[in-house]
C-alpha cells in the first residue's frame, strides 16, 4: 500500500507490505507526523475482507476524509485523509483493479477480463485522482502512469508542443514539441526519452488530430518511410490526441514491443477517454500554476506597494516634523526676539515668548520659577543674550550645591590668606559678572544669612571680598530661578520677605511638560537630533506610536526626564524606534494615561447613553466655562481651549451660546 503525505515542508511517499497502519505523533507509529495539531494516536488504516477501512482513535481535533469530517470510512485508490493540517493521499493497494500499479502492465485481456462495473469503478478513481492533482508535473506522470495500467502498454510518453507552435506552419521541428514524461510499465523513468520515441509517429497524431494504432508497426506500410519503428522495433503501438480547448497540444503515446494486437477497441475508448480527462486536468493545473504566479506577483506587488507606503508615510511624517519646526520658528520669530534655543510653540509657550519680549529691554532683576527640568536656565540665557548686555558675560551658580561659606566665596570673593586654603585672591561671581548678567539657580537654598548679604549687594551696587576692606562696584543684572514658589517659602518663614521684593521685580513661571503636549513630540525629536549627535550616531526614526507615547506620559521629570529618554533612546534603538524600546516608566504611564481616558469616556456614554450627546454637552458646557473666566473675551477663551478664535465662533453658533 503506498501513500503520500503532504505537509508544509514538501511531501514524501511511504509504502506498507500490511495492516494496521498506525497515523500520529507518537513515535511507534507507522505514519508520524510531528505537527502539535496531530494527536499522539489519531487515527489507523486496516483491512476489513477485500476493503480498506480509516479509522480515527477518537483523537482532539478530528479526522476529514475526501474532504468531509468523519469517524470511518472506506478506502479507495486517491481518497485523502486530512489530519491536523496534513493531507494523506491513497496512491496504490496491492492486488486490486482500483490501484492502477497493480494491473499487469502486459496482460492485454487486463480489461476485458473485468466487469463493467469493476472497470467503471477503476477509470473513476483515476478520474478523481486526476481531478485531486494540483500540481501539473506530477499531474503528468500520473496520466502516463494511469493510461499504461489502463490498456497494458510497456511503455508510455506524454509529448506537449510549446505554447506557440502553430501546426499550420508545417513540418514541426525538434524544439516545437517536447517529451513531459517518459515512463515504463512499472512506474520507472526512461532515461532518455527522446531517443526511445519516433517523433514521426507523434507528428502524424499531432498534425491529423486522430487517434493513431497498429498492431504490427513492423509491418504496417503506413510507417514504411519511418526508419525509427525499425530502429525502435516497435509492435503495438498507440497515440491518443490530446485537446485542449479544441486544439490538439500533445500526444499520449503508448507502445508494446513484445505483443502484437496488444490494443484493441476497448483499450483505444479507453485511452481516449483517459485523454480527454487528462485534457482537462491539465488546463486546469495550467490555470492554477497561472493562478499562483498572479498570485506570488500580487503578493510580491502588495508588500512593494506596503514598503512605499510606509516609507511615503514617513517621510510625510518627517515633512510633517519639519513643518511643525518650521511653524515653531515662525511662531517664535512673531516675537521681537530670536528665541531659536527654545524649542516650543504651544500657547503657553506663546504666551512666555510675549512676556520675555517685555523683559529684554529692561535691566530690572528677573524671577523664574518652575518645576525641576523645565530649562530655566535656558530662558535666563534667552533673557541674557537678547538683551543690550548680550557681549558681556553671563555666570552662572547653583545655590544648592555649595555651602554657605563656600557660596560666599564664590559670589563675593576673597584675597589671599582671608581663611584657610586661600592661597590666592579670587575675584567673586559678582565681579566676574560686572556689566553683564548673573544667573542664580535654586536662590530659595540660600540660607537666610547669605541672603542678607546678597540683599545689601543688591542695594548698594557694590561688593566687598571676604577678608578686604576695598570695596568695588558692580553692575549686575540678576536673573534668579527656584523650583519651589518663592512666595511660599516667604510665607514660611524660610525666604527674606525684602529679597523676594528686590529679586521679584519681573516674574516668569515656566509650564511643566505635561501643560505643553503640543510640544513633546517637538521636543523629542530635537532632543534625539543632538543625543544622536553627542555620541557619534545616525538619528533614529521616532515612529507615530512612540510619538503618541511620548505625548500621553505626564513627565514628572519634566524636559531633563525626556531628554535622558532620547539618550537611552539613541542606544537601544537602530533605524526605528517601536514602543518597545521606551522605558517602562513612559510605556507603563502613557498606556495607563489613554486607559484613563477611555475610562473617562466610557463613564461619561454610560450616563449619558448617546456619545455624541455626551461629547456634544462636554464640549458645549467647557466652551461656556472658558468664556466666564476669560470674562467673555473670545480671543482669550479660544486659547485656552486650545482653538483658533474662527474655531471658537462656529462652535458658538453650533451651540447657540450666545456671548454678552
Known amino acids: 500500500m503506498k501513500w503520500t503525505v503532504y505537509q508544509d515542508d514538501g511531501e514524501r511517499t511511504v509504502s506498507f507490505s500490511k495492516t494496521p497502519i498506525r497515523i500520529g505523533r507518537a513515535t511507534e507509529c507507522e505514519i508520524t507526523l ?31 476524509i475526501n474532504g468531509r469530517a468523519a469517524q470511518e470510512g472506506r478506502l479507495v485508490v486517491g481518497d485523502q485523509i486530512e489530519v491536523g493540517g496534513v493531507r494523506l493521499v491513497l496512491e496504490a493497494l496491492e492486488g486490486s483493479l ?51 495500467a489502463l490498456v497494458g502498454g510497456e511503455r508510455g510518453f506524454l509529448v506537449l508542443m510549446e505554447d506557440q507552435t502553430d501546426l499550420a506552419q508545417g513540418e514541426l521541428g525538434p524544439g516545437d514539441i ?26 502524424k497524431v499531432l498534425t491529423e488530430g486522430r487517434a493513431l494504432v497498429s498492431v504490427d508497426a513492423s509491418q504496417d506500410q503506413r510507417f514504411d518511410a519511418m526508419a525509427s519503428v525499425e530502429e525502435l522495433r516497435l509492435r503495438s503501438i498507440m497515440g491518443i490526441p490530446v485537446a485542449v480547448d479544441g486544439r490538439v497540444e500533445g500526444v499520449l503515446f503508448i507502445d508494446n514491443r513484445l505483443t502484437d494486437g496488444a490494443f484493441g477497441d476497448l483499450q483505444i475508448e479507453t485511452a481516449e477517454l483517459l485523454a480527454a480527462h487528462a485534457a482537462t486536468a491539465i488546463q486546469n493545473a495550467r490555470m492554477r500554476a497561472r493562478l499562483k504566479e498572479k498570485n506570488r506577483s500580487l503578493e510580491a506587488a502588495r508588500q512593494q506597494v506596503e514598503r512605499l507606503n510606509e516609507e511615503l508615510g514617513r517621510r510625510v511624517e518627517e515633512q510633517g516634523s519639519a513643518l511643525d519646526v518650521v511653524r515653531s520658528e515662525l511662531d517664535r520669530e512673531r516675537g521681537r526676539y530670536d528665541y531659536s534655543s527654545i524649542v516650543g510653540s504651544s500657547d503657553a509657550m506663546v504666551s512666555i515668548f510675549a512676556q520675555l519680549d517685555r523683559f529684554i529691554d529692561s535691566d530690572l532683576p528677573v524671577l523664574i520659577e518652575g518645576e525641576s527640568g523645565t530649562g530655566k536656565e535656558l530662558f535666563a540665557r534667552a533673557v541674557h543674550f537678547n538683551g543690550a548686555r548680550k557681549d558681556r558675560p553671563f555666570v552662572t551658580e547653583n545655590c544648592a550645591a555649595l555651602p554657605d561659606t563656600l557660596l560666599e566665596s564664590e559670589l563675593f570673593g576673597h584675597v589671599r590668606g582671608a581663611f584657610t586654603g586661600a592661597y590666592k585672591t579670587k575675584r567673586g561671581l559678582l565681579e566676574q ?24 549687594v543688591l542695594q548698594e551696587g557694590e561688593v566687598r571680598a571676604l577678608g578686604s576692606e576695598t570695596v568695588t562696584k558692580v553692575n549686575v543684572r540678576l536673573v534668579a530661578a527656584s523650583n519651589r514658589p518663592l512666595k511660599e517659602l516667604v510665607a514660611a518663614g524660610r525666604f527674606r520677605e525684602d529679597l523676594y521684593y528686590r529679586i521679584a521685580v519681573l516674574s516668569l513661571t515656566l509650564p511643566p511638560l505635561r ?18 549627535k553627542e555620541a557619534a550616531r545616525s538619528v533614529p526614526h521616532l515612529s507615530l506610536e512612540v510619538l503618541e507615547a511620548l505625548d500621553r506620559y505626564v513627565w514628572p521629570g519634566n524636559i531633563r526626564e525626556l531628554e535622558n529618554e532620547m539618550r537611552r533612546l539613541v542606544v537601544l534603538a537602530e533605524d526605528m524606534v517601536l514602543p518597545s524600546h521606551l522605558s517602562p516608566a513612559v510605556r507603563e504611564g ?22 455624541r450627546e455626551v461629547v456634544a454637552d462636554l464640549e458645549k458646557r467647557s466652551i461656556e466655562a472658558a468664556l466666564h473666566e476669560s470674562g467673555g473675551n473670545k480671543s482669550k477663551a479660544a486659547r485656552s481651549l486650545g482653538l483658533s478664535r474662527f474655531a471658537l465662533q462656529r462652535k458658538l453658533e453650533k451651540y447657540g451660546i450666545h456671548v454678552r
Not at 496531530?38 to 481535533?61: C, L, M
Not at 501643560?515 to 523629542?524: C, H, K, Q, Y
Open 34 to 64: 510531528g505537527v502539535p495539531k496531530v494527536s499522539r494516536h489519531h487515527g489507523r488504516v486496516e483491512r476489513r475482507g477485500k476493503e480498506i477501512w480509516y479509522v480515527d482513535q477518537n483523537s482532539a481535533n478530528g479526522s476529514r
Open 98 to 148: 482500483e490501484d492502477p500499479a497493480s494491473l499487469s502492465a502486459l496482460d492485454t485481456m487486463a480489461l476485458e477480463s473485468k466487469g463493467p462495473e469493476e472497470r467503471l469503478r477503476a477509470f473513476a478513481n483515476i478520474a478523481r485522482a486526476l481531478a485531486q492533482e494540483v500540481d501539473l508535473e506530477p499531474l503528468l506522470q500520473r496520466i502516463v502512469d494511469s493510461a499504461l
Open 178 to 203: 517536447q517529451v513531459r514524461v517518459a515512463r515504463r510499465f512499472d512506474q520507472t523513468d526512461l532515461v532518455v526519452p527522446t531517443g526511445r520515441l519516433s517523433m514521426g509517429l507523434v507528428q
Open 433 to 456: 559678572a560686572d556689566g553683564g548678567t548673573l544667573f542664580l539657580d535654586e536662590v530659595g537654598d540660600m540660607s537666610v544669612e547669605m541672603q542678607k548679604k546678597l540683599l545689601r
Open 515 to 532: 501643560e505643553r503636549r503640543g510640544d513633546v513630540p517637538l521636543l523629542a525629536k530635537h532632543l534625539m537630533a543632538r543625543a544622536a
Open 590 to 611: 502613557a498606556v495607563q494615561e489613554a486607559g484613563e481616558a477611555a475610562k473617562a469616556a466610557a463613564l461619561l456614554a454610560a450616563e449619558g447613553g448617546d456619545i
